[in-house]
């Protein structure tokens, strides 16, 4: 894929407050609005605008969303916040010219409740996925595309309800000599995980082991305990004897996110994980990749 160039503006300069998202050469048109400044974001033309919603926010502390559709999206999210008390922030997608019409953000709330209930990151409070509209060939290929930048641009606003963190099976079995595979073991517990390093996923391989349970703090500023209880209630961790195993491959963002939760608890990830077959820690492999760099 060729390099895309995202431009945020921060309409009041503050980075929580109103936000707009535009990609070069895409005619889409995001914006990210606190509910606090609810008024103000539906005063702006855009918010009447024919287009898809996102509402997001958390039920008894698991994060939820809502996706929707309306020829006036100003209307729609009245309406919500008027029945849904639980919503804390909205993103409105439209286009700069109002080009959308109905069957078009039909289709693409459709598409887009499929892509979140397949990602299963977060509590959908969306009970069933719409149906397609039938529009033709041409439309159809030009919302694919449509989607396409919003795949981009979402998670650069922090929206990462589409992004499923699985794996095809045969990913980590890269054709690249290049490719080093990591383990990392608790012998005590008999747990053995391995992963390989792919772009920017750090990549926990189908069958890798992990502790049982969360054993670390669950303390609110920490997040990894949350996300081994989301990979348990997901099915990604099953229930191996004593211990857990991993029934996909699973992409994490970094060594720690991915050692803490075979470990259960929050560990240095780039001590704990080592080049397989060596004594090598991730920290020292990337350390010998920089120097590599600096004698080019």
């Given amino acids: 894929m060729n390099g895309r ?5 921060f309409v009041d300069g503050d980075p929580d407050g109103l936000l707009t998202a535009e990609v070069f050469n895409w005619t889409g048109h995001i ?14 033309p855009e918010s009447k605008f024919t287009g898809v919603y996102i509402l997001l926010g958390d039920i008894d502390g698991e994060e939820t969303a809502y996706i929707g559709e309306g020829e006036n999206i100003a209307d729609r999210i009245r309406s919500h916040d008027s029945n849904k008390d639980w919503w804390t922030r909205a993103i ?3 286009t700069a010219a109002n080009a959308l019409n109905k069957a078009h ?25 719409p149906n397609l509209p039938s529009i033709n060939e041409a439309a159809k290929s030009n919302m694919e595309s ?16 589409f992004a499923n963190q699985t794996r095809a099976s045969n990913v980590t079995e890269s054709k690249d000599k290049e490719t080093t595979k990591f383990e990392l073991m608790l012998k005590k517990e ?15 391989e189908k069958g890798s082991l992990a502790r049982f349970e969360w054993i670390g703090d669950r303390k609110p500023k920490t997040s990894y ?9 997901q099915g990604v961790l099953e229930e191996a004897g004593e211990v857990r195993k991993f029934t996909e491959n699973y992409a994490f963002s970094s060594p720690s996110a991915a050692g803490a939760v075979v470990n259960g608890r929050s560990t240095a990830g780039p001590i704990a994980w080592k080049v397989l077959g060596s004594g090598l820690t991730y920290k020292e492999w990337e350390a010998q990749r920089l120097a590599e760099l600096d004698q080019q």
């Fill in 5 to 9: 160039s995202l431009e945020l503006f």
């Fill in 146 to 161: 449509f989607l396409d930048y919003l795949e981009l641009a979402l998670p650069a606003i922090r929206v990462d309800i």
């Fill in 190 to 204: 008999n747990i053995r995980a391995t992963a390989v390093l792919i772009g920017s996923d750090f990549i926990v």
């Fill in 92 to 94: 409105l997608i439209t």
């Fill in 105 to 129: 953000v039909q289709y693409l709330e459709s598409r887009l409740v499929e892509k979140a209930k397949s990602a299963n990151s977060v509590c959908l409070e969306n009970v069933t996925t």
């Fill in 31 to 44: 914006l990210s609005l606190p509910r606090t400044q609810l008024a103000k974001a539906l005063s702006r």
């Fill in 225 to 233: 305990w949350q996300l081994h209880d989301k990979l348990v209630a």
